[in-house]
């Protein structure tokens, strides 16, 4: 059964960095892509990051380069997304999603975990 479980949300002061992780089961972690979402109170879900093993990339919405990094753990199949210098425009739902088929970004996500909630605070 794939799985995918977010965490490290919570509320945080505007400024201050944050980790999120997503820890994958069920699938073979080196043939996937995975990709970080958010989705903040009355706005339409956005990907921020992706990154792509078989592709060795690593993509990042204009709107968060430079703040943003995903990496992974390939021993531990876990995903994380590294947020800097957060601000309060960041405060929303957090959700990571794989990408099984073609194992690449851009296509259309196959399974998601529930999501964390990131509250920043100015």
């Known amino acids: 059964e794939v799985q995918l479980v977010e965490s490290g949300g919570g509320l945080v002061q505007a400024g201050r960095s944050l980790n999120l992780s997503c820890a994958t089961s069920g699938f073979h972690f080196d043939d996937y892509a995975i990709a970080w979402f958010r989705q903040a109170p009355g706005k339409r879900r956005e990907e921020v990051a992706c990154?792509?093993?078989?592709?060795?990339?690593?993509e990042y919405a204009d709107s968060v380069k430079g703040r943003f990094t995903i990496s992974s753990d390939n021993v531990k199949n876990v995903v994380y997304l590294q947020i800097k210098d957060l601000e309060p425009e960041d405060t929303a739902i957090y959700s990571c999603?794989?990408?099984?088929?073609?194992?690449?970004?851009?296509?259309?996500?196959?399974?998601w975990g529930q999501g964390t909630q990131v509250t920043v605070s100015a």
């Open positions: 990154i792509s093993a078989p592709n060795d990339k690593t």
């Open positions: 999603a794989a990408e099984l088929v073609f194992g690449d970004c851009g296509y259309e996500y196959d399974y």
